[in-house]
């Protein structure tokens, strides 16, 4: 069962999360939670500000002050003891200050920044579930066996976290049963062992990682709308759920910026085939979006239709490469050796139209483009010599 920063954004809702985890008392969930609210961001800002803002003054920053005054205050309206998350607020201020003398935050510092978002939540809740009665552990996914790659901000789940998670959440289970109360978003990188982010959203993919490592019966994303929603609200007030999806359909989606799911989330959920249900905690009966391997397609014509704002759209016209074999082969490799992400494609015989996404081109966009005008302004000459 995963919750976001929404589903666990105050001490009401901590409150709600735990009556709809014991609504459910013939399931032996393993939890899932974000960051509490808009915590993230407040500590990525904080981070941001520190850079420039001199040791003596971090302790005023108004991001560390929001983040303090949230987890404490949630603390005391749930009646815990405070001392739960002290350690980890000095530490938090500490590296603040660090960030401050070094007048740098580089992306390993900032993973490390964010990661006292979930290390507090996750912290709060189990004491929460213990208060009330129901025996909970907390785990920190870099120490539960989360090993992934190095690139800080955007890293990779490598195949050995699924063996070591399972082992250690089910061998304490065996040992002592407690609800596994576990951070999403966090894993610890295999070469550099510091503390990396699965990218902003990540904890979707958490959530289906921990759903295929222990072979779940389901993986279960709640959140504030009765599943994944015909449209955005915003641009249409009467979109509806949808009721059945596949795991192809809810990735491309994603992928194409529906704000449903964290793109890469359903990979693990489509390897180790564990469906996935998009539920509605304000909503709790409402059956919400089912994702699967397959569903009934026998009357769909289309399933569905993506907008996507800002996007560089590139258009490549010359008779050169009439008849020609190999063009296209050379055209993409351009985008391998520039390290560009290409979303579309179409092509005629005389043209190729292919559309980038200015949030993957990783330097300068300008630079980027120019870049691939030379190499292929330079392939079309070449293509009219052979
Ligand atoms: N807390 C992280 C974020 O806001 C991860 C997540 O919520 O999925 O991006
Ligand atoms: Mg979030």
Known sequence: MKFGGSSVASAERMREVADLILSFPEERPVVMLSAMGKTTNKLLMAGEKAVGCGTTNVSEL???????????????????????????LDELEQLLKGIAMMKELTLRTRDYLVSFGECMSTRIFTALLNKIGVKARQYDT??????????????????????????????????????????GFLGKGWRSGAITTLGRGGSDLTATTIG???????????????????????IHPKAKPVPYFTFDEAAELAYFGAQVLHPQSMRPAREGDVPVKVKNSYNRRAPGTLITKERDMSKTVLTSIVLKSNITMLDIVSTRMLGQYGFLAKVFSIFEDLGISVDCVATSEVSISLTLDPSKLWSCELVQLKNVWASIYSLLISFSCQ
């Open 212 to 234: 295929k490592a222990l072979g779940l019966r389901e993986i279960q994303v709640w959140k504030d709308v009765d599943g994944v929603l015909t449209c955005d609200r915003n």
């Open 142 to 183: 870099f120490d539960l066996g989360f090993i992934t790659t190095d690139d800080f901000t955007n890293v990779d789940i490598l195949e050995a976290t699924y063996p070591a998670v399972a082992k250690r959440l089910h061998g304490d289970w065996i040992n002592d049963p407690a609800i596994p109360i576990v951070t």
């Open 62 to 88: 108004d991001e560390l002050s929001f983040v303090k005054e949230l987890h404490l205050g949630t603390l005391d309206q749930l009646g815990l003891d405070r001392s739960i998350i002290y350690g980890l």
